[in-house]
């Protein structure tokens, strides 16, 4: 079975928190082990925001890298890479920006949201309006099938989508195609290049998109067939055009919002975070000190969990015996905050405590992830060198 691609991005802005756990990094974990994954440092985009500071990136990228080690991260499962060490990205990004209507890029709803947000920096530039065609260059390069993200990052996958499109349809008609298709359906066997065949036309003539479903599910079924072969049978399903890029997928990412100290989304910039490998005492201060239920002035005050952040860490730290002595106890005034905080830090410790074994290694050798990163950059590239030559050939670049 043709196993469906992985690939995300971050951008190495500063140090991670449990946020970024919770909400990121958890996942990855968990498709690690479900699907061919790449997971990459997005240099560049912190440079189209950060040009002005591009120290940042150094004093942060191997601490990323670090903290995605410690979250569970496995090498031996995910590859894992630098963007500008797979200088091909930039290539397709070039590439593809010779098509890309620039309606479409004003439209991304990041572009004018980040303008304002950051209204202290200057960010009408070509590279800030590119963002979006560069996360497209990213995803295309790789033939990832899925994307995870969050959902403010969905209009970046959207328009990723509209990009493969267009350039399959401007680039995709390789001479005698139709005869290509037909040729690469026979390798299919007899019973199933009838049903392929069958299911072609019920499509196209009827437009039965259950019918598209299971053809491309017996596409997948079938191991001998080579990658051109396959992409050349999913384009001739839909239309005339070869698959030369493949539309990917946004996977919501479903996680628990992780709240700040405060309540608010846990922030560098609202400066509510508990960072991933922070010691134990600090993590202690920082749960003991957090906001609580502003009625609970007095111990014998009774308070609402619902209009208390300290609530959401025990949604996503404690069992529902736990949960459920902290609605009685709150409601009733039967145990004070600090009583209520201790599962919660006890839980963070914990789990910090798993991260900083994970990390230690790589904190006492730093050639350690070093070498891990190049290893990532070489397979990553070869998959990328794959595409881009596709990609070229297409675009008529491949003359001699
Ligand atoms: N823009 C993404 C973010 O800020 C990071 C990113 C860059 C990315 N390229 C990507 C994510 C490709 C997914 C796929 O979170
Ligand atoms: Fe919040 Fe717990 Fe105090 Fe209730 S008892 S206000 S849930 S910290």
Known sequence: MYAERVLSGMRPTGRLHLGHYHGVLRNWVKL???YPCLFFVADWHALTTNYDSPQVIEDTVWDMLVDWLAAGVDPAQATLFIQSRVPEHA???LLLSMMTPLGWLER???YKDQQEKLANKDLSTYGFLGYPLLQSADILIYRADKVPVGEDQVPHVEITREVARRFNHLYG????????????????GTKRSRLYFELRTRFQQEGD???LEQAHAVLEETQNLSMTDRERLYGFLEGSSKMLLVEPDALLTESARMPGLDGQKMSKSYGNTIYLREDPDTVAKKIRTMQTDPARVRRTDPGDPAKCPVWQFHVVYSD????EWVQQGCRSAGIGCIECKQPVIDAVVAEQEQMRERA???VE???LVRNIIADGCERARKLAQETMRDVREAMGLSYS
Do not use: M
Not at 173 to 188: H, I, M, V, Y
Not at 320 to 323: E, F, L, P, R, Y
């Open 209 to 211: 998109e259950a019918a």
């Open 365 to 367: 050798d730093p050639t």
């Open 91 to 93: 290539e397709l990004h």
């Open 108 to 110: 991304v709803p990041t």
């Open 173 to 188: 008609r390789e001479p005698g195609f139709e005869e290509k298709a037909r040729e690469a359906a026979r390798k299919l």
């Open 360 to 362: 230690q290694p790589y």
């Open 32 to 34: 690690q082990e479900e």
């Open 320 to 323: 529902d015996a736990t949960c």
